[in-house]
């Protein structure tokens, strides 16, 4: 399956998540520092990466274009948020799915992404 970072403020999310995406084979890894982003991504080389929006001190949205201007275009991302974010842009690796749906929504999208991301990266 597919190594995820997973970067949210939330303990109970990331919980939640891990377990989730582990029971579905997944090799995951946590983050509820959003500043740490860098450092777990170049570490744990993540083929995805699950963020949330809303964090305190480094937004979502910052650390998405950190993620996009130091790694590159080429890692899929999910923004996974409680608010009403939309995403805009011509992103074709990243998604939004809110925090609020079932989970099998978020595999799906984790394997919608995955798919596109090994099409445009062969």
Do not use: W
Not at 62 to 77: A, F, M, S, W
Not at 94 to 119: R, Y
């Amino acid at each position: 399956m597919a190594r995820i970072l997973i970067i949210d403020d939330d303990p109970d999310v990331l919980r939640t998540l891990e377990l989730f995406l582990t029971n579905q084979g997944h090799v995951v890894q946590t983050q509820e520092n959003a500043l740490k982003f860098l450092s777990d991504i170049c570490i744990f080389r993540p083929d995805l990466v699950i963020l949330d929006i809303m964090m305190p001190i480094m937004t979502g949205g910052t650390v998405y274009q950190g993620i996009r201007h130091e790694i590159g275009p080429h890692l899929p991302i999910i923004i996974s948020s409680a608010s009403r974010v939309s995403v805009r842009g011509e992103d074709p690796l990243l998604l939004h799915v809110p925090k609020s749906s079932e989970l099998q929504k978020l595999t799906s999208a984790i394997e919608q992404l995955l798919h596109l991301a090994h099409q445009l990266n062969p």
